[in-house]
């Protein structure tokens, strides 16, 4: 092997591929849709959730309610997802320009400084994510089951399931299905904090590398 293509292998080997894909991945997330939904009723049902921490949707049979209105509606919630997309879009673009600044040996402790920074951050927000979901989805199952009775039988499982809204009175009766589950969106995040685990630690092998050369 010649000296140039062992040069070149070497600058190969400090270029951080985790922290790539996991910086494109977390800058693309927060304008990729839903990570977790709730339906009541079928075919598109009578009422949708779709949440994210970039983005809250109630969609009523299949209309989603305006920019606008959401805005009205909850003004708090809204700047926080806001505020959310736009960290965690900086986030991934910290993540991503370590990433490639670790080719460079003159930028080695910037690189490693913005790879320690950001790597992680995804990771910590699809698990406090969870935690929310099933804390809310808990709660809500217990004040239902203090209000269900004779005339409103509603069970809705944690985070991910089946269950059923039941009302009757009389001759009235009507039911609908619950789902709730998570979408593809997630499971990008799941993807997109496990290369970011990865980036932190292969960043401290080209750091160490570094060190001793």
């Not at 003004?75 to 505020?83: N, R």
């Not at 001759?171 to 932190?200: D, E, M, Y």
Request: charged letters at 10%.
């Amino acid at each position: 092997m010649t000296t140039v293509e062992k040069a070149s292998e070497g600058l190969w080997r400090r270029l951080n591929f985790f922290g790539v894909l996991a910086g494109i991945l977390t800058f693309l997330l927060p304008f990729s849709g839903a990570w977790w939904h709730l339906t009541l009723g079928t075919d598109g049902g009578i009422f949708s959730i779709l949440a994210s921490p970039f983005e809250f949707k109630f969609l009523i049979f299949n209309k989603q309610i305006s920019t606008a209105e959401a805005v009205r509606f909850s003004p708090l919630l809204w700047w926080l997802c806001l505020a959310f997309k736009l960290c965690y879009a900086y986030f991934g673009a910290a993540l991503l320009a370590g990433s490639l600044l670790s080719l460079s040996e003159k930028h080695a402790e910037s690189a490693e400084t913005l790879v320690r920074y950001s790597a992680l951050k995804l990771l910590w927000l699809v698990v406090a994510f969870v935690v929310v979901l099933f804390i809310a989805t808990f709660l809500v199952n217990s004040a239902t089951q203090l209000m269900s009775g004779a005339l409103i039988d509603f069970s809705m499982p944690h985070i991910v399931g089946t269950g059923k809204f039941a009302m009757s009175s009389g001759n009235f009766h009507i039911s609908a299905p619950i789902n709730v589950g998570f979408t593809s969106t997630f499971a990008v995040a799941i993807i997109a904090s496990a290369l970011g685990i990865a980036s932190r630690i292969y960043q401290k092998r080209i750091s160490s590398v570094l060190k001793r050369a």
